[in-house]
């Protein structure tokens, strides 16, 4: 059954294992001919999305960063501002929701106590509510004016995989299902759909990477601190990669986006403090290297995952991964699978609970 770990030592990577099927549940049903079907989101999807002027989205945890990369997303490719915040802070502060605001509320569980409690405080001050969720029949999904799943299937492990992932895709129609009303050309929509369907392809390669990402994690696991980077839409992916290791290798662990190094991390880096960068092909990887030119400089170790063989040699210092090339709208998933791997192969190194990790509960129910 789905809740067993068959050949598995442990649920997390069993559900890490599970991805590449999990993008082909979230895509079933929501694609016909190269077209995303927006009745997946309840009959009235389409009349909302009519109305839709800007989004904001309200989540915790990996549920927020999956909400920080979709404000890349949204703000790129709708061209319409998107809000992103913490349900414990929204829901306690006097927020202003201009007229025809989407609320976005993302949920594994569906049961997250500040999430369900701001979707409540401010249901009726905006345009509509729609839930991205893995639990149908959950709280949130029950009070939203509309709802997509995720179609993950139970996730057993606390920390969260699976989950993510298939809220990125979930995300990414999203966006399109708001593109269509702002611009975002048809060939465009054809273009994103295709890439999504390579999704379960892309991840099975990347689970090949298993094995020299556990060698890899042999450099952490008498460590105390790393430091997480990545820019754009790959800077919430650095964050999440750090929640990881800090849930379940209990080493603390911090994200940046790369050019905030200068600006005060720096004074960290030295020969204990392994550097993680995440390093896609895009334009702004001339920077990046810059930045982790500035961390070498200072004896920090670099553990580079890339998103190219061109971008970036290992030499004395600099570890690196090479991720199979991919279209880029997929970096925030594709980089992401490889960083749960590590926090996984670190944890076990460090005999923790990996499922179970101390003082943390699946859901938080209570605040
Ligand atoms: C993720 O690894 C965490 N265990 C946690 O941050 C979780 O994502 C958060 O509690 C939100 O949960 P939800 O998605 O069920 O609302």
């Known amino acids: 059954g789905s809740a067993e770990k068959g050949e598995f030592r442990h649920f997390m990577l069993k559900e890490i294992y599970e991805q590449p099927r999990v993008m082909q549940a979230v895509l079933e049903g929501r694609i016909a001919s190269g077209h995303l079907l927006e009745q997946a989101y309840g009959s009235e999807a389409g009349a909302i999305f009519d109305q839709v002027k800007q989004v904001q989205i309200v989540a915790c945890g990996t549920s927020y960063h999956a909400g920080m990369v979709a404000k890349y997303w949204i703000e790129e490719l ?8 913490v349900a414990s802070e929204f829901r306690y502060r006097p927020v202003v929701l201009p007229e025809g605001t989407l609320l976005l509320t993302l949920s594994q569980s569906g049961e997250t106590a500040d999430t369900l409690a701001a979707l409540r405080e401010v249901k009726d001050r905006v345009l509509a509510t729609l839930a991205i969720c893995n639990v149908p029949g959950s709280s949130l999904v029950r ?12 996730e057993i492990g606390v920390a969260s995989t699976k989950a993510f992932t298939s809220q990125l895709v979930a995300l990414m129609l999203t966006t399109i299902a708001l593109g269509r009303r702002h611009g975002l050309d048809t060939e465009k929509e054809f273009e994103l759909i295709a890439a999504l369907q390579q999704l379960p392809a892309l991840l099975e390669q990347l689970l090949e990477l298993d ?18 980077l990545g820019r754009n839409s790959l800077y919430p992916v650095a964050m999440e990669g750090a929640l990881k290791l800090k849930e379940i290798s209990y080493i603390h662990a911090e994200a940046y986006p790369a050019g905030e190094l200068k600006h005060g991390p720096l004074a960290l880096v ?6 993680i960068a995440v390093a896609p092909r895009n334009g702004m990887l001339d920077k990046l290297k810059a930045n982790l030119q500035e961390v070498r400089a200072r004896g920090g170790e670099l553990f580079v995952f890339a998103g190219c063989e061109e971008s970036i040699q290992p030499q004395e210092g600099i570890h690196v991964i090479y991720l199979p090339a991919m279209p880029p709208v997929l970096d925030p998933i594709a980089f992401t699978l490889p960083l749960q791997l590590l926090s996984y192969h670190v944890a076990v190194l460090k005999g923790t609970d990996v499922d179970q990790p101390r003082n943390l509960a699946k859901s938080v129910t209570v605040e």
């Open 78 to 85: 709708v061209g319409i501002p998107c809000m992103v915040e």
């Open 211 to 228: 094995g020299p990402i556990e060698e890899m994690s042999a450099h952490f696991a008498e460590k105390h601190h790393a430091l997480f």
């Open 270 to 275: 030295d020969k204990d403090m392994p550097v």
């Open 143 to 154: 009070e939203s004016d509309l709802s997509l799943m995720t179609n993950a299937g139970p």
